[in-house]
């Protein structure tokens, strides 16, 4: 039978450091990790998020819709971005409409598919991109920025390592 977590102090003294921070050393460190893993990732999205709001008037689906399309200059269709940002086709449709108004965005008839467009950023919607791109990946780096190189690389190799080592099915 699984026992439950004891929750203990945290690491700097505090009982809100969260459960990855509490857990007892005599519990399951491979919960443990995954745990500190989800508490690092969200508390880096969340602070992306603010900055993305706070300095650009955007939010991150939007960043990321632009991302896809950057990373896409042939254009993509709606069901293929939708597939890349694992988002419905009906968020797709509503972020089209608000990024096309805008400028940043234009549709166009698929060459293939008469039912289908293509997605492509406008030369307006690539520069603001590139812009904001530019100071994102310079929050990332801040943020991280408590890592030295060898830490920063150990890390991103471990991960890497357990990405293609995890089994993907359940058994």
């Given at each position: 039978?699984?026992?439950?977590l004891?929750?203990?102090?945290?690491?700097?003294g505090?009982?809100d450091?969260?459960h990855?921070a509490r857990?007892?050393?005599?519990d399951?460190?491979?919960?443990?990790?995954?745990?500190r893993?989800?508490?690092?990732?969200?508390?880096?999205e969340?602070?992306?998020?603010?900055r993305l709001?706070?300095?650009?008037?955007?939010?991150?689906?939007?960043?990321?819709?632009?991302?896809?399309l950057?990373?896409?200059p042939?254009?993509?269709?709606?069901n293929?971005?939708?597939?890349?940002?694992?988002?419905?086709?009906?968020?797709?449709?509503?972020?089209?409409?608000?990024?096309?108004?805008?400028?940043?965005?234009q549709r166009?008839?698929?060459?293939?598919?008469r039912?289908?467009?293509?997605l492509r950023?406008?030369?307006?919607?690539?520069?603001?991109?590139e812009?904001?791109?530019?100071?994102?990946?310079?929050?990332?780096?801040?943020?991280?920025?408590?890592?030295?190189?060898?830490?920063?690389?150990?890390l991103?190799?471990?991960?890497?390592?357990?990405r293609?080592?995890m089994?993907?099915?359940t058994?």
């Amino acid at each position: 039978m699984n026992k439950p977590l004891r929750l203990v102090q945290g690491l700097d003294g505090q009982r809100d450091a969260g459960h990855e921070a509490r857990a007892a050393e005599n519990d399951h460190a491979s919960l443990k990790l995954w745990l500190r893993l989800l508490a690092t990732a969200t508390q880096i999205e969340t602070e992306i998020r603010r900055r993305l709001r706070t300095q650009f008037d955007t939010t991150l689906p939007r960043f990321d819709y632009l991302a896809q399309l950057h990373r896409h200059p042939e254009g993509l269709r709606m069901n293929e971005l939708s597939r890349h940002l694992m988002v419905t086709g009906g968020s797709i449709t509503g972020l089209t409409d608000q990024l096309e108004q805008e400028g940043y965005v234009q549709r166009e008839q698929s060459p293939e598919d008469r039912r289908a467009f293509l997605l492509r950023l406008t030369p307006a919607g690539r520069a603001a991109f590139e812009g904001m791109a530019a100071v994102h990946e310079g929050w990332v780096i801040e943020l991280l920025g408590g890592l030295n190189t060898t830490e920063r690389s150990t890390l991103h190799g471990l991960l890497g390592r357990l990405r293609v080592t995890m089994p993907t099915e359940t058994p």
